[in-house]
Each structure stands twice: as C-alpha cells, then as structure tokens.
C-alpha cells in the first residue's frame, strides 16, 4: 500500500538518505553473525543496501518491498538475489525458509503490522534470529525536528503511525510479543546524518514515503520550505549539513 510513496523518489532515496542508516546495518549484521551459508530475508528491503552488504559477507539473501521502483535499483546493486514485490502481510515463502529476518523501519509501516510479524516469524526457522528495526526515542535527537516539521503537512490526524510509534523500548517488546516473537535484547546505534550541502540535504529527506505524502497533501513548496527551515541551523561553514539521530533494534527469536 505505501509502494508507490516510496518509490516516487527512489533514486534520491538509494543515493542520498538510504545510506543514513548504515551505521544500524552494519550493527545488526554483525550482532546476527551474518556470514557464508546465512539465508536472510530483508522484509521491506527498500533499495538493498543492506541486503547488499549481506550479501558482501556471504550470506544467501532475499527482499521483499512494496515498491517496484526500489527493487529495481535492490535488482542493480546485488544482481541474480530474491527480490520480489509484495506485502509485509503475506511473504512469497515457505515456512521456515530463513535463518534470520530483518525489518529497517518496515514492520510498523504495514497495513497488519501484527500479521507482518507474525509472517515474518512464520519464514524463520526455529531457533533463528528476527530483527526489528525502529527510531530511537525522540529526546535530545536532532533528527527528530525533522520529522516535527512535516507533521503539520500530512493530511489528518497528522502524524498517524508515526515513526516514534515502537521507540520506547516497552512498546517495542510489546510489538513483538503480540506477534508471537520472543524477546532477546534492545539495543541503541548512532545513526548521524551527514549531506555534503543543503540541495543534497532536500533530496535526501524529501525521497521518503512520508515525505512524498506531506507534498501530495501540502504541495512542493511548502515541503521544501519546511525541510529548508529544519536544516538551516544544522549547517557548517563549509556548506555541509549533520546532525545527530539514532536508531533502536529489537533482537527476537521464534
């Protein structure tokens, strides 16, 4: 349902801000010891990159994403892998296909997010690993404005389903529990966001699903004007743009 959202801008999106995340990648990559013989499916993989880096450590991967226009460019990136168009709810695979199972910002997006999880639990095998990933709880992170400033642009209830949703890490546990999972471990990373300049900056935070739909609702111009406001204190004398933000990921077996 959120496929053509996020594919509206999915180059931006795979060349600009999907790359703000990598530092959680890597992290959960390494906590789920991937390596040769892992068989990983990346439920709402988006365009790959993580997938991509599995890959780069030997493990057997697959995707999954609403959008075609990003599992084009996942296709590109990691020629010859499993990546199919679909929903969260209803995974294209066996029971038990996978060792692990990773969600970047997918699970509560979904139409069911329960039933995503419950499918997600269904493809892994028992005994595997199941990673969701989310938002870090809001306070003192920077990254946070960005997402106060497009509020007032979606269309009501703004801010429905937001990201911060599963943040607190009671809710997040919660999440998984209702799905059927077991809770291991929550563990916090440092995500920091860094654009060499502000163009790059506006099509990086304007390549989201969120912020395709506050454009629909609000218009381009009001979208860029919002994003411009957010970032202007952010900015170095050299022209670049950082600024701090954090993820969280849940550790969960079957």
């Known amino acids: 349902m959120n496929g053509p959202l996020w594919g509206a801008r999915a180059r931006d999106w795979a060349e600009v801000q999907e790359g703000q995340?990598?530092?959680?990648?890597?992290?959960?990559l390494a906590h789920a010891k991937v390596g040769p013989g892992t068989r990983h499916l990346d439920a709402g993989c988006g365009a790959g990159m993580a997938a991509t880096l599995s890959a780069s450590l030997g493990a057997t991967v697959a995707g999954l994403d609403a959008s075609e226009a990003l599992l084009e460019i996942a296709r590109e990136r990691t020629p010859g892998r499993d990546f199919r168009q679909g929903d969260l709810e209803a995974l294209p695979w066996d029971t038990d296909s996978f060792d692990l199972v990773t969600g970047f910002n997918s699970f509560q997006y979904a139409g069911d997010a329960g039933q995503a999880v419950r499918e997600a639990g269904r493809v892994t095998r028992p005994g595997g690993t199941i990673v969701i990933m989310t938002w870090g709880e809001p306070a003192g992170m920077e990254a946070a404005g960005h997402v106060a400033a497009l509020k007032p642009l979606l269309p009501p209830p703004p801010g429905a389903c937001g990201p911060f949703a599963l943040s607190e890490e009671a809710a997040l546990r919660g999440f998984a529990e209702a799905g059927g999972l077991t809770p291991v471990e929550v563990i916090d990373v440092d995500t920091p966001w860094h654009y060499p300049d502000l163009e790059t900056a506006l099509r990086g935070l304007a390549s989201s699903g969120v912020a395709a739909k506050a454009a629909d609702h609000s218009g381009?111009?009001?979208?860029?004007?919002?994003?411009t406001e957010f970032l202007t204190p952010f900015r170095k004398p050299d022209g670049s743009i950082g600024f701090s933000a954090r993820a969280r990921y849940l550790v969960a077996t079957v």
């Open 21 to 28: 995340f990598a530092a959680a990648f890597h992290a959960v």
């Open 220 to 227: 381009e111009d009001a979208l860029v004007a919002a994003m």
